[in-house]
């Protein structure tokens, strides 16, 4: 509940923020009866506010189950639209529409449709970071969760395009022998971990276990002793005698790795080129601030077709059933 100062200062500055951010959003969502999802990629404190942490598959069920009539997703725009495809009836909200993501991005509708049509036989399995009009063009959905699932229970004679992301499409063909039509997207993120600072790091560290997210270049993939989504990954620490990892994921799930296991040391895999690259620049453009103005002024809010929106739920739904 609002403190006094607060509700005087939203009184008679209109344009002000609140002093205490957690409580005013605590507040709104009380108001308008909204659950608050975030991805283990955003900033620790838009965790620590949230109701559901995930990676995409635990976040694309949360939406599914809510009961919330507000469905405020901290995240970026694939994951509040899959909210929305799966919610039509509630309001969605973004902090930042700017949030996209370069793998999204990496696969435009209009050349997908014409990859698509050169491969007619194909089943299309998209990896759920892609946009709205991308799953509507899918058959089934899957995760960096249960991709690997997901293909093993394709019939091994149904020809299959795996898109958008070549390095887990590579990754889902090692782990089952499946021949995938790949389409050329990819991370800006995990494509920029260095092996050479990773094998540095583990001279440093010799008790360290390197772990990664599949989405990795395969000479990064090389030196880990585990390969997960960002859920199977923070699972493993926890589960793990090993005391220091070094993490080849967007390093915000650290915060959660720390969480868990307080004990423990994470090394955040270094970037190439003397940057802070290996944070996603479109998570990060969601702040406890936006969150706080979007909900407070219902806006942005995430809309689409009903075209679009009910073409993509069916492959989604077909993810969420090939996943029990």
């Known amino acids: 509940m609002f403190t006094t100062a607060l509700v005087q200062r939203d009184k008679n500055q209109p344009g002000a923020l609140p002093l205490d951010l957690f409580a005013a959003i605590k507040s709104l969502k ?25 990676d995409s598959l635990q976040l694309a069920k949360a939406a599914a189950n809510t009961n919330a009539d507000v469905i405020v997703f901290a995240g970026v725009h694939f994951m509040a639209e899959t909210a929305k495809i799966l919610n039509p009836d509630k309001m969605v909200l973004l902090p930042d529409l700017s949030a996209g993501c370069s793998l999204a991005d990496s696969c435009p509708p209009k050349e997908f449709a014409a ?25 089934i959905i899957c995760t960096s969760s249960n991709a690997v699932k997901i293909v093993q229970q394709i019939p091994e004679n149904v020809p299959i395009i795996f898109a958008p992301d070549r390095n887990l499409g590579r990754y889902v063909m090692e782990q089952t022998g499946r021949h995938l039509v790949l389409w050329q997207g990819s991370c800006i993120v995990h494509e920029t971990f260095s092996e050479k600072k990773i094998v540095q790091l583990k001279i440093a560290h010799p008790e360290a276990e390197a772990i990664a997210h599949p989405e990795c270049e395969p000479p990064v993939l090389r030196h880990a002793s585990f390969i997960g989504s960002t859920a ?90 090939m996943s029990v």
């Open 30 to 54: 009380q108001e308008l009866n909204a659950v608050i999802l975030a991805h283990y990629y955003q900033e620790p404190d838009i965790q620590d506010i949230a109701d559901f942490i995930g």
């Open 115 to 139: 990859f698509k049509a050169a491969h007619p036989d194909h089943l299309v399995v998209s990896y759920i970071n892609c946009s709205a009009e991308i799953k509507a063009m899918s058959d």
């Open 232 to 321: 199977a990954l923070l699972k493993y620490c926890q589960e793990s005698q090993t005391q220091e990892f070094i993490v080849a994921t967007e390093p915000g799930i650290i915060h959660q790795m720390q969480k868990a296991a307080p004990q423990k040391h994470f090394i955040p895999a270094p970037p190439i080129n003397n940057c802070n690259c290996n944070e996603c620049p479109f998570m990060r453009l969601n702040t406890l601030e936006k969150l706080y103005l979007a909900m407070k002024n219902c806006a942005p809010e995430i809309t689409m077709s009903e075209e679009i929106r009910l073409a993509a739920l069916r492959p989604i739904q077909r993810m969420l059933e």
